[in-house]
């Protein structure tokens, strides 16, 4: 099992352009979620997945889009880049309600100038 | 509005000396309240977690100790390591709830 895998790593972004953070999982979990990861503010929830086909807003989601067409998978979709933005994004899995389950991916280091 | 917070901000420890992080936070219906470990440029992962009903738990050298009536939980690392040298994170969950909320997080260096 690969886990929660994230692409890309780095990337840099000039205001105003657009990107989609890829994620995807091979545990067959149905919760998955995005966080962001500020300096002295922990991790902050942006938008979450119970299954396919259905989400939900976090508790920053402003900027943000989610879909979930597949179990797999659950890309995060910047639609116009702020230096507000710049942070580092993380992807999470976990099986149906057990927070025991749950995995992180990587990261996904954002920088918009 | 941080409904979890953490302390100290960053900890320096001797080796074999013990580390102990604090969490308190403020909705009482939270009943999840697990901690991660990240090392630099990785994901957290789940390091122990711990529900209302007990006062403590123990995994190895890591334990929390729980208090309800306090609002309050804590992450005693025995023995530290310099392998334990990381950013550790509290979080907390409540019934309904799809996420946790987590705390700012520790830098913890343990010095050989």
């Known amino acids: 099992n690969a886990g929660v895998t994230q692409t890309p790593k780095f990337q840099v972004l000039k205001t105003g352009q657009s990107m989609t953070l890829q994620c995807a999982q091979d545990?067959?979990?149905?919760?998955m979620s995005w966080y962001r990861q500020d300096p002295g503010m922990g991790l902050r929830l942006i938008h979450y997945?119970?299954?396919?086909?259905?989400?939900d807003q976090g508790e920053v989601p402003n900027g943000y889009n989610v879909s979930r067409s597949t179990t797999e998978d659950f890309p995060l979709r910047l639609l116009s880049a702020a230096p507000s933005q710049t942070s580092v994004y993380f992807c999470a899995s976990r099986e149906g309600a057990n927070l025991d389950t749950q995995y992180f991916g990587p990261g996904t280091r954002l920088t918009v100038l | 509005q941080q409904q979890v917070k953490q302390s100290p901000q960053s900890l320096i420890v001797q080796k074999g000396g013990i580390s102990i992080i604090n969490c308190a936070y403020e909705?009482?219906?939270?009943?999840?309240f697990p901690w991660y470990q990240q090392f630099p440029g990785k994901g957290p992962a789940l390091l122990i977690a711990?529900?209302?009903?007990?006062s403590e738990k123990k995994e190895g050298r890591f334990t929390i100790s729980f208090n309800k009536s306090a609002k309050q939980f804590s992450l005693h690392i025995m023995d530290s390591q310099p392998g334990d040298s990381a950013t550790y994170f509290c979080a907390a969950k409540g019934p309904g709830r799809r996420a946790l909320t987590f705390g700012s997080g520790t830098r913890l260096q343990v010095q050989p």
């Open positions: 909705n009482t219906a939270f009943d999840y």
């Open positions: 545990m067959n979990h149905e919760y």
């Open positions: 997945s119970v299954g396919a086909g259905i989400t």
């Open positions: 711990i529900r209302p009903d007990v």
